[in-house]
């Protein structure tokens, strides 16, 4: 029988994503086949899964990341329910990898039986191929407010009977309150599915904290299974929630500096991931609020909501910041939604991302966008004309993208002409995301600008961290006692 267990945090950005990742790595390191899942996820950080049939679809990243740490394919069954916020009261649906639809905050209670019988359905096939499945949660079963529409936390560990490890984060204080707090309002039903729990982001000695975790079993009876330090790999690793980017450093002293304005929509910022991790690149990621700084190159990210996005980005004045960088010979680049606004227009005749169907763009490339209902999604391995250099990514878009500095595409994918690029070659984007995570690519990338790249290669980077991670918890927690807790 296929055992499972969920880790359920307190709150947001606690750590679940990263413990199931270092989780399933211990599993598989003690010969278990692993298996991560997510019934629902709200994130407009996606990547490519496979579907019914061997078709593309898309899941959360955090998932993609699981997946890796357990060394399978990706499978749309891991996030059998993906949301993606396109406004601040509604979000795309895709289920079983698929676009399915949108719907606002206020109605969603409505959805819960068709989105629930497709977590089961995922989940049921989940666990044929498995001798352990490690679930995350999301948000906290502490939301008691949503309990009747919930298919996230507690929701689906009661349905499908799986106990549930509960994570608070010590780090943002008060974990004794909100470990105890959470035991306090549950309903008995949701209380009798906690096993236990853990304390992350923990610095400083360990051993000053016993008296915390004592508190904590005696306000909760619920046993402790260890108190996770603060883990450095963890910045090498894909983010899921783009909350933390607010805690992003804010610059140092590389010798290259990009800008990243921190659109309300923002989208697959892990692109920027293989730069970051440079030694020799500082990677801004500039808040709302805030001018664009004086750097070398700007890059405007992904959006789930490109014409909502650039009127969020006048609003705070960052178009006059990005005319007077080009007007100065700066370099600006465009992933995905950032290439659309790049041209002059993009129209939405359907009304795919929201209510305004047409707006101008910053007009720094001769190129028109049109959104499309039907999505974009496919792996890619693509030749980079500009560097002469292979790499890889993703595909995950609506539009498509037409006009004259398309005739100067930027990278060849499966043999096709991808991206624009102008005339003096300063502004250009691409559809292309991953496209850093290329070795060769990222280093005549840099070298371009004055940069030598460091000799390390980003993908085994990722490993060695999910490595690192997985023996950090074997040494800090009972794993023996949370293998054994799952039934």
């Known amino acids: 029988m296929t055992r499972a267990m969920m880790l359920q945090g307190t709150g947001s950005d606690v750590g679940k994503t990263l413990l199931v990742a270092g989780l399933c ?63 601040d009261v509604g979000a795309q649906i895709v289920i079983h990898g698929r676009m399915a639809g949108e719907a606002a905050a206020r109605n969603f209670g409505a959805q819960k039986e068709r989105l629930m019988t497709a977590v089961m359905q995922s989940w049921h096939r989940l666990r044929k191929d498995a001798d352990l499945v490690i ?51 549950l309903p008995d039903e949701d209380r009798r599915m906690i096993a ?64 990243v304005p921190m659109l309300s929509r923002i989208a697959n910022f892990d692109d920027l991931d293989p730069l970051r991790a440079e030694p020799d690149v500082d990677v ?15 890059v405007l990210p992904g959006s789930k909501s490109t014409i909502a996005d650039l009127a969020f980005l006048r609003a705070q004045g960052w178009d006059r910041n990005i005319a007077r960088h080009h007007a100065e010979g700066g370099i600006i680049i465009g992933l995905c939604g950032g290439l659309q606004m790049l041209g002059r227009n993009v129209r939405d005749p359907n009304g795919t991302e929201g209510p305004e169907r047409d707006a101008p763009g910053l007009g720094l490339l001769d190129v028109e966008t049109t959104l ?59 559809y292309l995301h991953g496209l850093f995570t290329g070795d060769a690519f990222r280093r005549r990338f840099l070298a371009e600008h004055g940069v030598e790249a460091s000799p390390f290669g980003f993908e085994q980077r990722i490993d060695d961290a999910l490595d690192a991670i997985a023996e950090a918890l074997e040494t800090h927690l009972d794993c023996d006692g949370l293998l054994a807790a799952a039934r």
Request: aromatic content about 6%; some cysteine.
């Open 135 to 185: 679930v995350e949660g999301a948000g906290s079963p502490a939301e008691i407010n949503l309990r009747d529409r919930d298919i996230a936390n507690m929701g689906f560990a009661t349905v499908a009977d799986v106990p549930v490890i509960l994570v608070g984060d010590i780090d943002r204080g008060g974990v004794i309150a909100s470990i105890a707090g959470t035991h306090l309002i």
């Open 196 to 259: 236990g729990f853990i304390v992350n982001k923990f610095r400083g000695e360990l051993s000053l904290f016993g008296d915390g975790l004592a508190a904590i079993e005696r306000f909760t009876g619920w046993r402790s299974f260890g108190v996770v330090p603060w883990l450095k790999e963890a910045a090498l690793l894909p983010a899921e929630d783009a909350v933390v980017l607010d805690r992003a450093p804010r610059g140092g002293k590389g010798r290259l500096t990009v800008a």
């Open 25 to 87: 790595r211990v599993a598989l390191r003690r010969g278990m086949k692993v298996r991560p899942f997510k019934p629902q996820n709200m994130s407009n950080n996606a990547a490519i899964a496979i579907g019914e049939n061997g078709a593309p679809g898309e899941i959360g990243r955090a998932q993609w990341l699981h997946a890796r740490a357990c060394k399978v394919t990706p499978s749309v069954d891991m996030n059998p329910v993906l949301l993606k916020p396109q406004s």
């Open 372 to 430: 499309e209902p039907n999505k974009t999604l496919r792996e890619a391995t693509a030749r980079s004309l500009r560097h002469d250099s292979e790499t890889s990514g993703y595909e995950i878009h609506l539009g498509r993208t037409t006009g004259p500095d398309c005739g100067r595409p930027v990278f060849e994918i499966d043999g096709a002409p991808d991206g624009a690029s102008s005339i003096d070659g300063r502004v250009w984007g691409t």
């Open 284 to 298: 801004v990621f500039v808040p709302p609020g805030r001018p664009l700084p004086p750097v070398e190159i700007i």
